[in-house]
């Protein structure tokens, strides 16, 4: 599999309208109407209308349709770098332009923090997690809370690039030297129990 097969693999699935789905098939109600919420056919609307019962479940889908391609790609097939960056976005364009919706898809919160568990496992989700949660607490408008959320998740990642950086810097001289084996593992003798 390769970078494209993946890619098309997330597209697909990020596509499928999991949470509008099953709204319909649980309530015998479409989500996107303005009565329910927003007109997102998302996992916050499946929750608006059925409670947690549905919501819970619809975004855990919509949670599992971003993180089983990209992990699957990442830890399974070994793709990484920036092979992984089509098949990260491609769940989340796929849900946000659902071609199953006449490209009117949903917001893709829950397949963004699927996504990038597929990508960098538990840490980037909670400190994309922790900073929605902390800006949702201080003010009420979802955008805001997202592009603060990402903003976050970048500054994360920039402290660990930074801290990077600074111990290749502290490290400058050994980096110089060739990569080679300790000369004290050369010389060793194999004991009986090696």
Do not use: E
């Amino acid at each position: 599999m390769n970078v494209i097969s993946w890619t098309v693999i997330g597209l697909l699935l990020g596509a499928m309208p999991l949470a509008y789905w099953l709204a319909q098939v649980t309530l015998g109600v479409d989500i996107r109407l303005p009565v329910v919420g927003d007109g997102n056919p998302g996992a916050g609307n499946a929750w608006r209308a059925g409670g947690w019962r549905v919501g819970l479940p619809a975004a855990l889908l919509d949670y599992g349709k971003g993180a089983v391609p990209v992990a699957l790609a990442h830890y399974s097939w070994g793709l990484t770098g920036w092979a992984l960056v089509p098949v990260g976005l491609a769940p989340v364009v796929g849900h946000a332009f659902s071609p199953f919706l006449h490209g009117r898809g949903g917001k893709g919160v829950a397949a963004t923090f699927g996504a990038w568990t597929g990508l960098a496992s538990f840490f980037g989700p909670l400190a994309l997690g922790v900073t929605c949660g902390l800006f949702w607490r201080i003010q009420r408008a979802d955008g805001w809370t997202m592009a603060f959320g990402l903003l976050g998740l970048l500054a994360y990642y920039v402290v660990w690039a930074g801290n990077a950086g600074i111990m290749m810097w502290k490290h400058r001289r050994d980096l110089r030297k060739p990569i080679g084996l300790r000369p004290d593992l050369l010389s060793r003798t194999p004991g009986p129990g090696d």
